[in-house]
């Protein structure tokens, strides 16, 4: 919270421009962080939040080993340190009500639901000891292996579901390319076509080591183009996918516009096309 109205502090008043977009305002806070009253209402979002928890913390082969800890609950509240579960417990539901948009949206706004999974999770794995070693010791070592290979093997195809772990080389390989074709001092002004991206996505220029912007291909109207230009941006930079090449939909400028294009290095596939911005008047 000291973090939030310290940054109100000093970006509250900027207003939304193409050069500073997204500033940190009440708007903008209200919108990505707290969400309306009626958002915090609806089933959506904590369905959402229950599906993610699901998927990302728990993961689907531990939900068995989940539901067997709930199972066992009185022997989690005999335990002597179970005040403080109670009490983080209590600060997560809080916690989730007031950030239930962003906890629904952005994965590490998710980490403090680890530690009472992780207890439900421990718990459960000794509730399936419990309960099967009536049937001999190895019988009860084979089940609870069985059940964690299964949790193991779906913690993968649980983190693939979104960009984690994975090596993107087509922003790599573009951001070398802009590296190459453009002076160090150069402003850049970066996008892409097939790709998202947005007007505070820092990725391609941090691998180009270059200073500019970054914004969606549908925003460069030629007014923002000016708009740029006129802030001392020298090159434009868009990063085309191989589905999106020869370039045929794309705004009128870049249709028209002289350009160069380099080719993506292996083993990422595409192009990246260059504009001189001083030499383009869309």
Known sequence: MAHHYCRLSFEGGIANTPLYADPYNPVYTRSWFWGALGEKLSAHWWLEVLRLVGWMVVTPGG??????????????????????????????????????????????????FMAPMAVVLGVGANEILERTRTRGSAVSIVTLIVLLALYGASIRPAFRRGPYFQIDWQRIRAGEAIARTTAPGDLVLSSCIGRGTGPTDP????????????????????????????????????????????????????????????????????????????????
């Open 63 to 112: 939900v068995l080993i989940a539901v067997a800890g709930l199972v066992g609950w009185r022997r989690i509240i005999r335990q002597a340190g179970i005040w403080i579960l109670v009490v983080w417990c209590a600060g997560l539901a809080v916690y989730v009500f007031v950030f239930l948009r962003i906890v629904a949206t952005h994965d590490y706004w998710r980490l403090p």
């Open 203 to 282: 990725r391609i220029l941090n691998f180009a080591d270059r200073r500019g912007w970054a914004n969606r291909i549908e925003d460069l109207t030629a007014d923002m183009l000016r708009v740029y230009r006129s802030a001392g941006a020298r090159v434009a930079a868009v990063l085309v996918t191989p589905e999106h090449l020869p370039l045929s939909d794309a705004p009128e400028w870049m249709l028209v516009c002289p350009r160069t294009e380099a080719a993506l290095e292996p083993p990422a596939s595409g192009a990246v096309l260059f504009y001189k911005l001083d030499e383009c008047e869309p």
